[in-house]
């Protein structure tokens, strides 16, 4: 599905306290294989990816794509953000919550640092200032509670739960325009 967002891409290297969120490079790669290939990642994504089928697909720049950060820590790469369109095939969908999607990845030895909701709030705060007003949705497994817990930090309202791959999904929805009282 095409994006028909006007996104301006790449944005300048977005900046927090302790991170950094840039376009993908090609020294990222290694770190883009390791999370798709980590047991403890793939728990509540179907399971990890075979390491050989990652070395044979992953581009040598991976990720390069409007939405698509990279997430540093000290110079090293930690994890990947996304705020990608919203896929209207997904179980669940809602096509009135909201056009694009938030997604992220972190290596499990940076978890329980409070590098996610770092991360999220700034990507939620830059996108809310290239497409204001626009929602953003969140899925994940409800017995993710990293995830929940995330989800209700930054914001996000549950919009349903339902039942996709074998688990009970949540979908909730974040907006930059606060509803009126």
Not at 48 to 59: C, D, G, I, K, N
Not at 103 to 112: C, E, K, S, V
């Amino acid at each position: 599905m095409a994006d028909p967002r006007p996104l301006a891409w790449p944005p300048a290297p977005i900046r927090t306290e302790r991170l950094v969120l840039r376009e993908s490079e090609a020294r990222d790669r290694a770190a883009v294989i390791e999370l798709s290939a980590s047991p403890e990642v793939g728990t509540y994504l179907g399971g990890p990816r075979p390491r050989a089928e990652l070395e044979r697909t992953v581009p040598e720049v991976p990720g390069r794509r409007p939405g698509f950060f990279m997430v540093e820590l000290d110079g090293a790469t930690i994890g990947t953000l996304q705020l990608d369109p919203h896929d209207p095939e997904r179980p669940g969908n809602r096509p009135e919550a909201g056009g694009t999607e938030l997604g992220y990845l972190f290596l499990p030895g940076t978890w329980g640092r409070g590098y996610a909701t770092e991360a999220c709030t700034a990507a939620l705060d830059w996108f809310a200032g290239a497409l204001p007003g626009e929602p953003v949705v969140l899925y994940t497994q409800t017995a993710n509670t990293r995830s929940m817990r995330l989800a209700a930090k930054l914001g996000f309202t549950e919009l349903e739960r339902f039942e996709a791959y074998g688990a009970e999904q949540w979908l909730g929805v974040w907006s930059s325009v606060t509803p009126p009282a």
